[in-house]
């Protein structure tokens, strides 16, 4: 093989190396990527909707207790719009109360991979015990029911808002595990991938200098035989042999000094006797 292709098969060899680094690179990135996507995908919009739900179910809540207290006041046609403003920001909270259970329910069963669990029973029962209980509030007041009934419908709304906030906390605190659990995963991830990249680095580090001390050892030695070989001959050494190797450039020089020191040693031509008359003869 010549010098230049085996400095080419060096360079190919590491440029090889690079590329199986950058391919574990990639596969990391892509990885990393992969878990992130999921996370925002997954676990960020379900603690979104947990966050609206208990928004949503504190509103009922307020809202019910601030119609209760107006409604207390006596004079109900002062009160008149106030009254009505809070019986519709009831009807609105229980709106985004079922607008922000449906993204939830979608995005348990996206999480869940279609399978509901406990915490969406306790959620929605709970919340459904707030809605009734608000509207039964609200009913009770204005058909003038008597007092005992408020009270016990105001403490059944407070048992339901204590449940309510209770299943939206006891999920929120699951999906913030499951969320940490993520984020201990991809942190994994990356520390093992940075481990194989040194480990690949370091690899491809040590076999590119490997394979450089190699050819510049054989490069080395095969020259200094041919110089101690030339040097040899310059004293007089005729006759000493050269032994190079591989048949490449270096090779080549070899043979053409272990020529030229053949050629030197060779006997001198022996001219004929006819030559030699003739050369004679021509001679003045």
Do not use: C
């Not at 060899?13 to 990135?29: E, H, K, N, Q, Y």
């Not at 019910?64 to 006041?73: I, P």
């Not at 995963?185 to 580090?205: C, K, P, S």
């Not at 590119?208 to 004293?235: C, D, H, P, W, Y």
Request: charged share 25%.
């Amino acid at each position: 093989m010549k010098i230049r292709g085996k400095l080419l098969t060096g360079y190919f060899l590491v440029a090889l190396l690079t590329a199986v680094v950058g391919w574990f690179g990639m596969r990391i990135v892509n990885t990393v990527s992969e878990e992130f996507k999921r996370q925002a995908e997954d676990e960020i919009p379900l603690g979104r909707s947990l966050q609206e739900l208990k928004y949503a179910g504190l509103r009922i809540v307020s809202s019910t207790v601030e119609y209760g207290f107006l409604w207390q006041q006596g004079d109900r046609e002062l009160f008149q719009g106030e009254l009505a403003e809070e019986k519709k920001l009831i009807a609105e909270g229980v709106s985004s109360y079922y607008k922000a259970l449906g993204r939830y329910e979608k995005d348990l069963m996206r999480h869940h991979h279609g399978v509901r669990d406990r915490g969406h029973d306790r959620i929605n029962e709970s919340g459904e015990a707030l809605i009734e209980t608000a509207a039964a509030i609200v009913s009770a007041l204005e058909k003038s029911r008597p007092a005992r009934q408020l009270v016990e419908l105001k403490e059944k709304n407070e048992k339901a808002e204590r449940q309510f906030l209770q299943a939206i906390e006891r999920e929120s605190r699951e999906n913030a595990s499951d969320f940490a659990e993520i984020k201990q995963f991809t942190y994994r991830t990356m520390q093992g991938a940075l481990q194989n990249i040194v480990m690949v680095t370091g690899a491809t580090f040590a076999l590119a200098l490997l394979s450089g001390m190699v050819i510049s050892a054989s490069f080395s030695r095969r020259l200094r035989t041919l110089q101690n070989a030339v040097r040899k001959m310059g004293e007089g050494d005729l006759k000493a042999a050269i032994h190079i190797g591989p048949d490449d450039e270096i090779g080549a020089l070899a043979e053409s000094f272990q020529g030229m020191a053949q050629a030197s040693i060779a006997p001198p031509m022996r001219l004929s006797p006819a030559r030699t008359t003739s050369a004679k003869s021509s001679t003045p």
